[in-house]
Nanobody, 128 residues
Framework: QVQLVESGGGLVQAGGSLRLSCAAS????????MVWFRQAPGKERVFVAA???????????YYADSVKGRFTISRDNGRNTLYLQMNSLKPEDTAVYSC??????????????????WGQGTQVTVSS
C-alpha cells in the first residue's frame, strides 16, 4: 500500500510561482512511477506531468503542452517526495492538483486510470 500526501497549494497572483510536494510512503519510492494531474471546477481530470523510472535506471520527465516550459517535475528519493515547481502561473492553472503513483511501468503515463494510488489533492488558485 502506498500513501501519498500533497502540500504546497495556495493562492497566488498571475505570473507567480508555487512548489507542490507529494510525500510518499514505502521503501521503494525510487522505483515508483509518479505523476501529477489536475482538475478544474466542472472539468475532467487532466494530465500535468510525469516522472517515470525507465530504461537504464534513469528518470524521464513528461509534460502536458499547456505547462511545458513553465512547470518542472522532480523527486528527492532521500525524502520520498515528488515535487512540481510551477512558474509563470496563469489563471487557467487554477485547479486541484493531485499526485498519483504506480509501482510498475504504465503503458500510457498520461491516463489517470493507469494509477492505483492517489493523494487527496491540494488547491491551487491563480488570480488575474
Amino acid at each position: 500500500q502506498v500513501q501519498l500526501v500533497e502540500s504546497g497549494g495556495g493562492l497566488v497572483q498571475a505570473g507567480g510561482s508555487l512548489r507542490l510536494s507529494c510525500a510518499a510512503s514505502g521503501s521503494t519510492f525510487s522505483s515508483y512511477h509518479m505523476v501529477w494531474f489536475r482538475q478544474a471546477p466542472g472539468k475532467e481530470r487532466v494530465f500535468v506531468a510525469a516522472h517515470i523510472w525507465g530504461r537504464g535506471s534513469i528518470y524521464y520527465a513528461y509534460y502536458a503542452d499547456s505547462v511545458k516550459g513553465r512547470f518542472t517535475i522532480s523527486r528527492d528519493n532521500g525524502r520520498n517526495t515528488l515535487y512540481l515547481q510551477m512558474n509563470s502561473l496563469k489563471p487557467e492553472d487554477t485547479a486541484v492538483y493531485s499526485c498519483a503513483a504506480r509501482t510498475d511501468s504504465p503503458s500510457d503515463y498520461s491516463r489517470s486510470d493507469m494509477y492505483r494510488y492517489w493523494g487527496q489533492g491540494t488547491q491551487v488558485t491563480v488570480s488575474s
